[in-house]
Nanobody
Framework: VQLQASGGGLVQAGGSLRLSCAVF????????MGWFRQAPGKEREFVAA???????FYADSVKGRFTISRDNAKNTVYLQMNSLKPEDTANYYC?????????WGQGTQVTVSS
C-alpha cells in the first residue's frame, strides 16, 4: 500500500493550499482517512480526520480554517487549508486506518511565511 501526498509549498500568511493524498494498493472505502503534521523539533500532531460516514474531526488549532474531504472513487483524501498561519508550517502526513492497521504517506512540506 502506498500513499502519495502532494500539494504542499510555500505560501504567505493568510493564503490557501490544498493537499491531496492518493492511495494505491488498497480500496479506502472502509478506512478512516486523516492528516497529521510535524513541525521541526515537535512531535507529530493530529490535524483532521474523516470517517466512513463522512463525519469530520479537527484539531482545535485548525477548526474553521481547514476542511478535510474524501473521494472514495478516486481513493483520495484532501485537506483544504485556508487562512494559513506561520504556525501551520510543518510536514503534513496523510494516513488511512482501520482497526489496528494503518498506513502512512511520506509527507508534503507546507511553509507559511509571515
Amino acid at each position: 500500500v502506498q500513499l502519495q501526498a502532494s500539494g504542499g509549498g510555500l505560501v504567505q500568511a493568510g493564503g490557501s493550499l490544498r493537499l491531496s493524498c492518493a492511495v494505491f494498493g488498497r480500496t479506502v472505502r472502509n478506512y478512516v482517512m486523516g492528516w497529521f503534521r510535524q513541525a521541526p523539533g515537535k512531535e507529530r500532531e493530529f490535524v483532521a480526520a474523516i470517517n466512513l460516514s463522512g463525519n469530520t474531526f479537527y484539531a482545535d488549532s485548525v477548526k474553521g480554517r481547514f476542511t478535510i474531504s474524501r473521494d472514495n472513487a478516486k481513493n483520495t483524501v484532501y485537506l483544504q487549508m485556508n487562512s494559513l498561519k506561520p504556525e501551520d508550517t510543518a510536514n503534513y502526513y496523510c494516513t488511512v486506518q482501520r482497526y489496528n492497521v494503518e498506513y502512512w504517506g511520506q509527507g508534503t512540506q507546507v511553509t507559511v511565511s509571515s
